[in-house]
Protein backbone atom coordinates (compact mmCIF):
# COMPACT_ATOMS: atom_id res chain seq x y z
CA UNK A 1 0.00 0.00 0.00
CA UNK A 2 1.39 3.31 -0.72
CA UNK A 3 1.38 6.09 1.98
CA UNK A 4 -1.43 8.31 -0.26
CA UNK A 5 -3.68 5.01 -0.25
CA UNK A 6 -3.51 5.06 3.17
CA UNK A 7 -3.86 8.68 3.50
CA UNK A 8 -6.76 8.80 1.80
CA UNK A 9 -8.39 5.73 3.75
CA UNK A 10 -7.91 7.46 6.55
CA UNK A 11 -9.49 10.60 5.37
CA UNK A 12 -12.20 8.21 4.30
CA UNK A 13 -12.87 6.24 7.40
CA UNK A 14 -12.21 9.62 10.33
CA UNK A 15 -12.77 12.79 7.79
CA UNK A 16 -9.77 14.81 6.94
CA UNK A 17 -9.08 16.73 9.85
CA UNK A 18 -9.87 14.04 12.27
CA UNK A 19 -7.75 11.63 10.45
CA UNK A 20 -4.61 14.54 10.96
CA UNK A 21 -5.17 14.79 14.08
CA UNK A 22 -4.73 10.52 15.19
CA UNK A 23 -2.08 10.54 12.90
CA UNK A 24 -0.28 12.96 14.38
CA UNK A 25 -1.25 13.00 18.05
CA UNK A 26 -2.56 9.23 19.22
CA UNK A 27 0.45 6.78 20.34
CA UNK A 28 -0.57 3.50 19.29
CA UNK A 29 1.93 0.85 21.33
CA UNK A 30 1.63 -1.67 19.04
CA UNK A 31 4.03 0.55 16.34
CA UNK A 32 6.25 0.83 19.48
CA UNK A 33 4.90 3.88 20.94
CA UNK A 34 5.05 5.78 17.96
CA UNK A 35 2.22 8.25 16.32
CA UNK A 36 1.32 7.41 12.33
CA UNK A 37 3.34 9.55 11.56
CA UNK A 38 6.39 8.65 13.42
CA UNK A 39 5.81 4.78 12.56
CA UNK A 40 5.99 6.19 8.72
CA UNK A 41 9.13 7.95 8.98
CA UNK A 42 10.88 4.96 10.66
CA UNK A 43 10.01 2.98 7.48
CA UNK A 44 6.97 0.78 8.93
CA UNK A 45 4.76 0.19 6.10
CA UNK A 46 1.44 1.98 5.46
CA UNK A 47 -0.42 -1.27 5.06
CA UNK A 48 0.74 -2.47 8.47
CA UNK A 49 0.13 0.67 10.19
CA UNK A 50 -3.46 0.69 8.79
CA UNK A 51 -4.09 -2.77 10.28
CA UNK A 52 -2.90 -1.31 13.65
CA UNK A 53 -5.42 2.03 13.44
CA UNK A 54 -8.27 -0.45 12.16
CA UNK A 55 -8.08 -2.79 15.44
CA UNK A 56 -7.22 0.53 17.56
CA UNK A 57 -10.52 2.00 16.43
CA UNK A 58 -12.28 -1.12 15.37
CA UNK A 59 -12.74 -0.39 12.04
CA UNK A 60 -15.87 -2.85 10.76
CA UNK A 61 -13.86 -5.15 8.34
CA UNK A 62 -15.70 -3.97 5.73
CA UNK A 63 -14.02 -1.05 5.54
CA UNK A 64 -10.49 -1.79 6.06
Do not use: N, S, Y
Amino acid sequence: MRTTVFRRLMAEEFGAGRAEMIARDHVFADLGGRTVEQALDAGLEPKQIWRVVCDQFEVPADRR
